[in-house]
């Protein structure tokens, strides 16, 4: 069978967790949480990275953080990818903001710029979620001058992409703040876990904060003592003095010295799945991204046979999937709330959208075997 994702925590780091754990060491968040953020930091380009227990907290707490730093406010406006996950959309209305759907474009699936174009004159919004879809690659510099020219807040949620770049710069890396995830079958895996990324002082302590209850026990020394001053707290009181109504997604050091090893092994793994993707592309005679370095998480294929097409991949024991969501504006989450949204690409991918294998252990002749099942059904 050639599955969509395989582990990428193999033997030998269980081995090497195995050894570690002989050692009693501390297992809550500690410092290997700190040396792990900041190799990730460093590996994307940003100043600061929070880890997190997963992807989806990592986009709830970036919406979270314009909020309680008064960057964006109740009842705002933001613009939500139709091709995203849930969990992109989802943080927007837990908040009490609106979201605002935007179509995709067909050549990299994340927003149609025209259509983008069309909300900031008409909605006014005030930050944009933009996914990166399948590890491909948006039209950053596009996408970056538009938000600067309408003062909107960039975010970036790089859970499919880590790796991809567009020219030299890494996404992830172009946003206020990004999000990534370590779940089971993307490019790393920390087992569960995700990861916030910022240039931004502010938004830097207010992450780490509000991951921890609100407290500030993740704030420098100059940080903590500021706020004990302005707030009149006693070093004995601060241990449980909170600043922020925040939440608890910590992770642990136990998944942090997994992340640690994975990080290493990721420059490999990206790779492999930059040359399944060009493979794919020569194969279904596609022209390839070349506005930056692909990691593709799994490679897109638009057929109006789609049907026939699962069947027969299915029978060849090669998994597939629909394209993400289809679209977010026809999920029942959405619909239930703000009524049916019919965006004319978003509708024509989740028709005849779909996606197939790329990971860091499938062959060139894996790659070669699902292309010609695609190529006899499609």
Known sequence: MI????????????????????????LTKGNLTLSFESAWANYIGTKHATFVNSGSSANLLMLYCLLESGRIKLNDKIVVPSVSWATDLSPVIQLGLIPIICDCNLDDFSVDIDHLKHIIINENPKALILVSVLGLIPSMEEIVNLCKDNDIILLEDCCESLGSTYGKQRLGSFGLMSSFSTYFGHHISTIEGGMVCTSDEEMNDLLKSLRNHGWDRDWNETKKSKMRQDWNIADFDALYTF???????????????????????????????????????????????????????????????RESLVKSLISKNIECRPLICGSMGTQPMYVKRYGRTLLKNAEYLKTNGMYVPNHQNMSQQDVDLVCSVIKETR
């Open 3 to 26: 599955k969509l994702a395989e582990d990428t925590i193999d033997r030998l780091d269980v081995d090497h967790l195995i050894e570690w754990l002989k050692t009693f060491p501390k």
């Open 243 to 305: 600043y922020h109504p925040g939440f608890n997604m910590r992770s642990t050091d136990l998944q942090a010295f997994i992340g640690i090893k994975q990080l290493e092994k990721l420059p490999e793994y990206a790779n492999v799945r930059n040359k399944n993707y060009l493979r794919y592309c020569e194969n279904l005679n596609t022209d390839p991204q070349t506005t930056g370095y692909v990691s593709n998480f799994a490679f897109p294929i638009i057929s109006r046979n």
